[in-house]
C-alpha cells in the first residue's frame, strides 16, 4: 500500500524517502496528494508549475539551478552532496562535498527517467572536478617538494600558472620571523616573485612560461596598515574574489595606490598563513578571455595557500637550523692558517654532505715557541651537531695545551682525560706533530688515526711509522712520541679517515692509493720542485670517487722549508749585570755576518730591554736566539713563569719603559709561557 506523505513527511530530507526516489511519475498522479493550506491545488491544475511541483513533494532542478533541490551552486554557497543517487546507492561515497556540490547540475524539464537520473551534463561536471581534484595533488605534491623558501615559491608559480591562472603574484612578509620569534613592525610585504604565460612569436609553437619581473603594475613594498581593508583580508585568512569591494579596495592596497588591474582581469587573493600568523599573500590573476574563477576555486586557491604558508614555515626554520650548523662549524674550523717560520700550510675541509654541514672532523696549526708549529688533526665519532659539540671542546683544549708547550705525548694524554670527563662514548682519534724548523725534526705522537704521509723532494712517497695508538676517550693508555727527519723540500700530508675509508675500499688499501696519488703528482714537477701546496690538495680530493663521501674529509698538508743553520745565532748568558752589554756585542757581530748593520741600533736597543728584564728575575742561563729568513726574529727566553706585562710608567718611575720601546719599534713581539719559563720574542724587517 502506497502512503502518502503528511506536510511534515513532506519537509524531511530526499535521503528519508527512498520510496519516491524510485516511484514512477505516473503512478505519483494517481495517488494524488491532498491540498494543504495555501498550496495550489492539485498539481496537475497547477499553471505554471510541474505536475509534481507541491510544498511537501521533491522539487526537480530549475533550469538556472536556484531550486531547492540540489541544482548548481549558489556564487558564495557550497550545497551538501545528496545523500543517495538513483535507485537508493550512495553517490560518490567518499567524495569531497566540494566535489559533490559541482555535480550537481539541474535536470531538464520534461526529460525521461526519474527525476533523480544523471544527465549528460553531470558527466562533464564531474569529469571538470576530477580534473580539479587532480591539479591540486600535482599542485601541492610540486610545492612540497621545494626544500628552500624559493623552490617552495617557485613550486606554486610553476604549479599554478597556466593551469589555474594566468598570472602570480607572491607576497611575503619582510622579514620573514621563524618560528616562535616575535615579528618586526611594521607589517610589511615585499613582492617576492611574480610569474605569466607569454605567448611566443613563433606560428604553431605552444605557450611559454617566463619569469617576468612585472607581470602586472604592482608596487615592490607594502606596508599593511591596522584596520585597513588588506588588514582584514588577511585576517580573515580564506580566499576572496577580487570583485568585492573589500577585495578590491585590499587590492589596491597591496599593488599600490598608481597600479590597478588590466581591465576585465580576474582575482583571487589568497593569505598565507603558516603555523602561528599570515606571512605572505598569492594574488591569482586571469585575463578576460579566460573562464571566470568559480566558487569552488576559492576552495583550490586556499590548498594552495595553505601547503605553501606550512612549506615556507618549515623552510625557514630548516635555513635557520642550516645557517646555525654551518655557523657553528666555521667557528670550530680556524679561519685562516698561521705563517709561522720555516713551513708553508694548506689545508682543506669537506662535509659528508651538502646539506649537513656539520661534522667531528678538524684541523688546526699553532705557533709555538722557538718558531716551532704544531700540526693537529683529529676525528671525532660521528658527524652531528653533538660530534661538532664535542669537536669544539678537544680542539680548544688542545690549543691550551699546545700553548703550555707540553711534549705530544702529554698533550694526547690530556685530551684523553678531558674526552672522559665530557661524558662516556666520548672517543676521538687525534694526531698530534710539533715541527722545528731549525733542527729539521718532527715529533709526533698519534692516538688511534691514520699514519701521516710524506712526500719527499725527489718524488718519493712514504708512510710514516708511528706507534698506532688507542683513540682519545678510552682512558687508561699510555701515548709514545717518535721523532722523525723533516727534510727540506718535503711535505707531510696529515688527514682523517674519510679520505682514505669508505665503503668501497678499506682504510689501507685508501692510504696506499693515497700515497700513489701524491708520488704521481710529485712526477709531475720533477725531481727538483715541489709541486705547489694548494694544487696539491685539489688533487688529493679529486681522487675520491662517487662512493667514497660517507664521512668528513679535514686534510693539512705542511711543506718544510726549514731555517739554515748559517742563518741561526744561539748563545747562553749568565744572569749577571754585564749580560745585556754581552747580548748587544753578540748581536751585533750576527748582523754584521747577515750584512744587516743597519739594524743594528733598532736591534741593540730592544735586545738590551728585554735582556735586562729576563736577569732581574732569572735564576739559570738566559738563552739568546737570533734568526733571520724574510724577518729578523729575537728570542730571549728565562726561567722565571711570569709574563711580561705593558704599562704606562710615571715620570718618576725609573722603569717601565722597556716593553713601551720594544711596542714601539718592533713590526711584532710576544711572550710564550713554557713549562720550564718563558720567552719573550720580536721581529724587525729585514729592509727599511
Known amino acids: 500500500m502506497t502512503e502518502h506523505p503528511t506536510s511534515h513527511e513532506g519537509r524531511q530530507p530526499l535521503a528519508a524517502r527512498p520510496h519516491e526516489r524510485t516511484r514512477p511519475r505516473q503512478q505519483a498522479a494517481e495517488a494524488p496528494v491532498p491540498a494543504q493550506p495555501g498550496s495550489a491545488g492539485p498539481r496537475s491544475a497547477a499553471p505554471g508549475r510541474r505536475p509534481d511541483d507541491s510544498p511537501g513533494a521533491d522539487r526537480e532542478h530549475t533550469p538556472d539551478g536556484t531550486g531547492d533541490g540540489g541544482g548548481r551552486p549558489v556564487p558564495g554557497q557550497v550545497t551538501p552532496p545528496p545523500a543517495a543517487a538513483p535507485g537508493g546507492t550512495p553517490a560518490q561515497a567518499g567524495a569531497p562535498a566540494a566535489a559533490m556540490a559541482v555535480n550537481a547540475t539541474p535536470a531538464t524539464p520534461g526529460a525521461s527517467g526519474s527525476p533523480g537520473a544523471p544527465q549528460p551534463q553531470d558527466g562533464a561536471a564531474a569529469r571538470r572536478e576530477g580534473d ?28 599554478t600558472v597556466p593551469t589555474f591562472s594566468d598570472a602570480i603574484l607572491v607576497y611575503l612578509r619582510d622579514p620573514l620571523p621563524v618560528g616562535d620569534e616575535r615579528p618586526v613592525a611594521p607589517f610589511v610585504l615585499r613582492l617576492r616573485r611574480t610569474d605569466r604565460l607569454r605567448l611566443t612569436d613563433v606560428e604553431g609553437e605552444e605557450l611559454t612560461l617566463v619569469p617576468d619581473p612585472d607581470p602586472t603594475p604592482a608596487a615592490e613594498l607594502c606596508e599593511v596598515r591596522s584596520g585597513g581593508n588588506l588588514a582584514e583580508v588577511l585576517r580573515g585568512v580564506r580566499p576572496v574574489f577580487g570583485d568585492s569591494a573589500a577585495a578590491r579596495s585590499a587590492l589596491s592596497e597591496l599593488l599600490g595606490r598608481d597600479h590597478v588591474l588590466p581591465g576585465g582581469h580576474r582575482a583571487i587573493l589568497a593569505p598565507l598563513r603558516g603555523r602561528r600568523r599570515v606571512i605572505g599573500a598569492a594574488v591569482f590573476l586571469r585575463r578576460p578571455e579566460r ?32 645557517y646555525i650548523a654551518d655557523e657553528l662549524q666555521r ?65 680548544t683544549t688542545a690549543q691550551t695545551l699546545a700553548g703550555l708547550d707540553l711534549p705530544p705525548q702529554e698533550v694526547l694524554h690530556h685530551l684523553d682525560e678531558q674526552a672522559q670527563r665530557l661524558g662516556q662514548d666520548r672517543m676521538a682519534t687525534c694526531m698530534y706533530a710539533v715541527y722545528d724548523p731549525v733542527s729539521h725534526r718532527i715529533t709526533i ?171 732581574r728575575y732569572a735564576e739559570r742561563p738566559v738563552t739568546l736566539r737570533l734568526l733571520k729568513t724574510d724577518v729578523l726574529r729575537c728570542e730571549v727566553g728565562d726561567d722565571s713563569p711570569q709574563l711580561p706585562r705593558q704599562r704606562r710608567a710615571r715620570d718618576t718611575d725609573e722603569g717601565g719603559r722597556g716593553l713601551f720601546l720594544v711596542n714601539r719599534l718592533a713590526r711584532r713581539w710576544g711572550a710564550t709561557r713554557l713549562s720550564g719559563g718563558k720567552v719573550v720574542w720580536f721581529e724587525l724587517p729585514t729592509r727599511i
Not at 587532480?134 to 604549479?159: K, N, Q, Y
Not at 576559492?298 to 637550523?321: C, F, N, P, S, W
Open 132 to 159: 580539479r581534484l587532480r591539479f591540486v595533488g600535482a599542485a601541492t605534491r610540486r610545492i612540497a617538494r621545494g626544500i628552500d623558501l624559493d623552490e617552495i615559491v617557485l613550486g606554486l608559480c610553476r604549479a
Open 291 to 322: 573562464p571566470a574563477f568559480e566558487p569552488n576555486d576559492l576552495l583550490v586557491a586556499a590548498q594552495l595557500a595553505t601547503h605553501t604558508a606550512l612549506g615556507i614555515d618549515k623552510a625557514v626554520l630548516y635555513g635557520r637550523e642550516a
Open 331 to 395: 667557528t670550530m674550523l680556524p679561519d685562516s692558517l698561521p705563517q709561522p717560520t720555516g713551513v708553508r700550510l694548506a689545508s682543506r675541509y669537506l662535509p659528508a654532505a651538502e646539506t649537513a654541514r656539520v661534522g667531528g672532523d678538524w684541523y688546526d696549526a699553532i705557533p709555538l715557541p722557538g718558531s716551532r708549529v704544531a700540526l693537529v688533526v683529529g676525528d671525532v665519532m660521528g658527524h652531528s651537531m653533538t660530534s661538532a659539540a664535542i669537536m669544539g671542546q678537544l680542539r
Open 445 to 615: 705522537a698519534n692516538a688511534g688515526h691514520p699514519p701521516p704521509i710524506l712526500l719527499h723532494l725527489g718524488g718519493r712517497a712514504e708512510v710514516l711509522r708511528v706507534p698506532p695508538g688507542a683513540p682519545i676517550g678510552v682512558g687508561g693508555v699510555d701515548f709514545e712520541a717518535v721523532e722523525l727527519d723533516a727534510p727540506a723540500g718535503a711535505t707531510l700530508l696529515l688527514y682523517t679517515d674519510g679520505l682514505v675509508e669508505s665503503r668501497l675500499r678499506d682504510v689501507w688499501t685508501g692510504i696506499e692509493q693515497l700515497r700513489e696519488r701524491l708520488a704521481a703528482t710529485a712526477q709531475l714537477t720533477g725531481p727538483d720542485h715541489s709541486p705547489p701546496l694548494e694544487a696539491l690538495c685539489d688533487d688529493v680530493l679529486d681522487m675520491l670517487g662517487p662512493g667514497d663521501r660517507d664521512d668528513d674529509i679535514a686534510l693539512l698538508a705542511a711543506r718544510f722549508d726549514g731555517i739554515a743553520p748559517s742563518d741561526v745565532a744561539y748563545w747562553f748568558l749568565e744572569p749577571e749585570d754585564a749580560a745585556p752589554g754581552r747580548a748587544r756585542r753578540l748581536a751585533r757581530r750576527a748582523l754584521a755576518r747577515w750584512d744587516l748593520e743597519e739594524l743594528s741600533d733598532s736591534v741593540e736597543l730592544l735586545i738590551s730591554e728585554v735582556v735586562t728584564n729576563a736577569v
